[in-house]
């Protein structure tokens, strides 16, 4: 059965550190990956996607996350964080019929 | 020009009054879905269309009745509301392609008194 698990309930970051936010997912074929950010009271917004090619993909606000078919992995980084990437972030696999999966999410907090 | 937008945006409101959220893209998209996110952020499908035709129905009380006039409309309609029903409602679009990411809505916070 697809599932996406997200290991990391709660992180805390300094302010211009780097950042690393885990998924890993079961899925019997290729994978199609997503990684969206949720602020307070807003919505969910796509930072990137994976379907195919470079496993190292690179999305809005300074986000890239790597593809590790071997680990079953799509993890998140960035280089340095801002206070204003404190926010909710999923990571989600696409499925036949079009079913996306879900992971519980990881809340991110940033002090100066 | 919001691509996916919900309303209302807060809806309060005591047990066991019927009520409906309204959902809307202008995105052209085929496929519409509803999320439930509880307060611990959990996002929990409820239910999607395509082209107006039920696809996802899950486990979901039959109090919760969503409607599709057509494919750029969806609306969710809840009778009898009780206290667990309290929580964020997404609405949500994307082509019918899984290789696609989904547009959010910004959700309506739905309050049960």
């Known amino acids: 059965a697809q599932s996406v698990t997200q290991p990391d309930i709660h992180i805390t970051v300094s302010e211009g550190a780097s950042l690393e936010l885990r998924c890993n997912y079961s899925y019997g074929a290729t994978p199609y990956l997503f990684w969206y950010v949720q602020s307070p009271g807003q919505g969910l917004q796509l930072l990137l996607k994976y379907f195919s090619g470079d496993t190292l993909v690179q999305g809005i606000k300074g986000f890239e996350a790597e593809f590790k078919r071997s680990q079953s992995s799509f993890n998140l980084r960035k280089p340095s964080v801002h206070w204003s990437d404190a926010a909710e972030y999923f990571c989600a696999v696409g499925s036949t019929g079009n079913q996306f999966y879900f992971g519980t999410g990881t809340s991110l907090t940033v002090i100066p | 020009d919001t691509a996916v937008s919900q309303t209302p945006k807060y809806l309060v409101t005591q047990m066991g009054n019927d009520k409906s959220i309204k959902c809307e893209q202008n995105l052209g998209h085929d496929t519409m879905y509803w999320y439930k996110q509880d307060s611990k952020k959990f996002l929990k499908i409820m239910f999607s269309?395509?082209?107006?035709?039920?696809?996802i129905n899950e486990t979901v009380p039959n109090r919760f009745s969503p409607k599709s006039p057509d494919k750029a409309h969806l609306n969710l309609h809840i009778n009898s509301l009780e206290l667990g029903d309290s929580a964020v409602y997404f609405c949500?679009?994307?082509?019918?392609?899984?290789?696609?990411?989904?547009?959010f809505g910004d959700g309506t916070r739905l309050s049960i008194l």
């Open positions: 949500a679009s994307s082509p019918w392609d899984n290789s696609q990411p989904q547009h």
């Open positions: 269309y395509n082209n107006k035709e039920l696809i």
